[in-house]
């Protein structure tokens, strides 16, 4: 897979954060930035998927959305 080098700036809170989370995990910083960026694509397909699909059949009920909560895996805090 072809790569493309990047500089990006951020917030140091944020890079201490991210760095010491490649750490924990044994990665480099740049694989665990592509890996939240993967990640944070991936919801955002899926949250559009959600929004074109209550354009279509109406909004979710709040059962619905509840019972979707409960059955939703929960995401590690950023912050561990």
Same mark, same amino acid.
């Given at each position: 897979? +072809?790569?493309?080098?990047?500089?990006?700036? =951020?917030?140091?809170?944020?890079?201490?954060? *991210?760095?010491? @989370? +490649?750490?924990?995990? $044994?990665?480099?910083?740049?694989?665990?930035? #592509?890996?939240?960026?993967? #990640?944070?694509? @991936?919801?955002?397909? $899926? =949250? @559009?998927?959600? *929004?074109?699909?209550?354009?279509? *059949? $109406?909004?979710? %009920?709040?059962?619905?959305? %509840?019972?979707?909560? +409960?059955? +939703?895996?929960? %995401?590690?805090?950023?912050?561990?």
């Amino acid at each position: 897979m +072809a790569v493309r080098k990047l500089s990006v700036a =951020l917030e140091e809170p944020i890079a201490r954060a *991210a760095r010491e @989370a +490649a750490t924990r995990r $044994g990665m480099s910083l740049s694989a665990w930035l #592509t890996e939240a960026s993967s #990640t944070a694509l @991936a919801v955002e397909d $899926g =949250l @559009a998927a959600v *929004a074109e699909w209550e354009s279509e *059949a $109406g909004s979710l %009920a709040p059962q619905e959305l %509840a019972a979707a909560d +409960a059955e +939703a895996p929960q %995401a590690p805090s950023a912050c561990n």
